[in-house]
């Protein structure tokens, strides 16, 4: 937490993105497993618009949150079909989650001939969601 902490100062207070990722990187080679400090670097780099260097990140690790940014990564670079994947994937394994649906949807809608799987994903999410009075943000 200490190295995510230290990056988050550098990051948000001082605008210092490359020492933020130094300071990650250094957390990562002392803790080559820790899966927070690689998604946090993975992170750092979307924000930058660095998407290779996420996407290579966020490949080491399996969690809900890697796979999504990774989607994120996939639609930046106009990787629809990649990103597709991940995100169906994401809907049936986390189906209490939103923002997937809400993804998935948005690339359908942008494709003039995918609007009917848009309209299946927005039934799904609407049945799925109907009775929540919260939103995951």
Do not use: V, W
């Not at 399996?62 to 994947?85: G, H, N, P, V």
């Not at 394994?93 to 948005?106: A, N, Q, R, S």
């Amino acid at each position: 937490a200490a190295y995510i902490n230290l990056s988050n100062l550098y990051y948000k207070k001082e605008r210092n993105h490359l020492k933020a990722i130094s300071i990650l990187k250094k957390g990562i080679s002392e803790n080559p497993r820790n899966e927070k400090l690689i998604l946090s670097l993975a992170k750092l780099y979307y924000r930058r618009q660095d998407y290779e260097k996420a996407i290579k990140e966020l490949e080491k690790i399996k969690s809900y949150d890697a796979k999504y940014y990774m989607a994120l990564c996939f639609i930046a670079l106009k990787r629809y079909i990649e990103a597709k994947k991940i995100l169906e994937k994401l809907i049936e394994d986390f189906p209490h989650k939103t923002k997937p649906y809400h993804k998935i949807i948005e690339i359908h809608l942008m494709n003039t001939t995918e609007k009917e799987e848009a309209k299946k994903y927005m039934k799904e999410y609407i049945k799925r969601f109907k009775d929540k009075h919260t939103i995951e943000y």
